[in-house]
């Protein structure tokens, strides 16, 4: 079968599992490696002279987006879209019914960028609403601040109230002190909001934008790094915690500096299907 070559769009695809790489390739999706697994020779990894790979237990994806920022894998190229997903999630055309197999997922998973995009600078994932939570799930994550601000019982969970109930208010709260003084204000109340574009999938034209995002993203996160280091970041929650604090802010900053479109994704974990 010929397979189409697409040269609008280069789009990473976040593995931790060394599975479906020909998937992935088939599908104009070109395969990262991260985390401790063994993998083929042929995936790129987030590995080379300075890296950060062995923070990514705290820093998730954020080690590969740290090559691609310093070792110029994206020098000399010259892409109109710059994306990312995931093993698990990926961008899909609109009104794709969900896949049910790896052959109903090829066809939905999104290979080019459509003309809608011609007016935007950046793509994220449709919002995530974060409603009323349940009972057992705000009790079971965080019992303490549900006693110190019991009406989440009955209201909407905030940005800043979800992330207190999953990682904590000290990080959140100490995090925000460390941004520039003119963000300060405006992440708190973006913070305020009742919905986020989640799991640090974007799509980015061009790599001066790009580049821009990871100059402030980095510098930011390596000042929380210092604060938290002396602290035992050993449950999920605070693992990856550098992870957790730039799914907030990526959203925040390309809305506060760049023309932004809300795209939807699918979840499907392929490494589960077979």
Known sequence: MLIRKYTNMKTFCISIYNENYLFFKKNNLTPIALGNN????????????????????????????????????????????????TYRRFWINKDSPPPTNMDELSLSILKEPPAEWNDYDCILAEPMILGKQKLMKLLKHNFIYIFRKPSLLINQCTIKDHFYLNHGKFFLDKAIKLLDLDEQDKFHDYLNGYAFNPHNLFICKNSLLLNEFYSKIFGWLFKCEE????????????K???????????????????????WPYIYFDTNKIK
């Open 240 to 262: 990856r915690i550098y992870g957790f604090l730039a799914e907030r802010y990526l959203p925040f900053w390309f809305k506060e500096n760049s023309k932004t479109l809300d």
């Open 38 to 85: 063994d993998f083929d020779e042929n995936w790129i990894n987030d590995k080379f002279q300075n890296d950060i790979s062995h923070k990514n237990e705290n820093f998730g994806e954020y080690t590969f987006h740290y090559r691609l920022w310093k070792d110029s894998l994206l020098k000399n190229k010259d892409y109109k879209w710059i994306s990312f997903c």
């Open 227 to 238: 604060v938290f280091k002396k602290f035992n970041l050993d449950t999920y929650g605070k």
